[in-house]
């Protein structure tokens, strides 16, 4: 019995050193978020997408170096999904000060697809044509103006899908400074 206390209080003591910032957000409330920085950068997320996940190295510093940026993964998923609750419990294992967003339905839509570009559409920029792919970086102003989003087809011949890297430095960085 004591054994199984004392394990409980452990489990209890690590899950609360990391708290999670989760918040179900609609389109307002993601403008709502952008005027409280200078910088906003939306990071498109689910965990089943591979460079989503192999590219979270080139995010969890991003806060630190630019100051006046807030980072925020917005997750992909249909509320109430089964991929929800361990997309969340991997980021915040891999990124524990992560801030999450998780799209409304009622704003966006039900399932994957249809909630992606929903969101797309209405983050896009210039009205460019909607690349629908997963793990998007969407840089928006204090306005919630949308300064830029990326796309895998922003990649140089050279570059891979495993590092992301180059297209952040070129056009998302430039625009935290």
Known sequence: MKGLVF?????????LGYPQS??????????????????TLLKTFTIWC??????MKNYIDVESQYKNTQLYYVLIETEGNKR?????????????????????DEDFGRGVRRKNKN??????????????????????????????????QDRLSDE???DNIGILRRKVFPLLK
């Open 50 to 55: 591979e460079p989503c996940r192999m590219n």
């Open 84 to 104: 929800l609750q361990p997309t969340i419990d991997y980021l915040t294992g891999k990124h524990p000060k992560a801030k999450i967003l998780v799209l409304k």
């Open 160 to 162: 891979t899908w495993q």
């Open 7 to 15: 394990r409980l209080f452990l489990l209890l003591s690590f899950s």
């Open 22 to 39: 989760v918040q179900y957000v609609g389109k307002e409330d993601i403008r709502s978020i952008a005027s409280k920085s200078e910088r």
């Open 119 to 152: 969101f797309l559409k209405t983050f896009n920029y210039n009205d460019q044509p909607i690349d629908e792919g997963i793990g998007k970086d969407i840089v928006l102003d204090k306005g919630a103006n949308v300064l830029a989003v990326t796309s895998w």
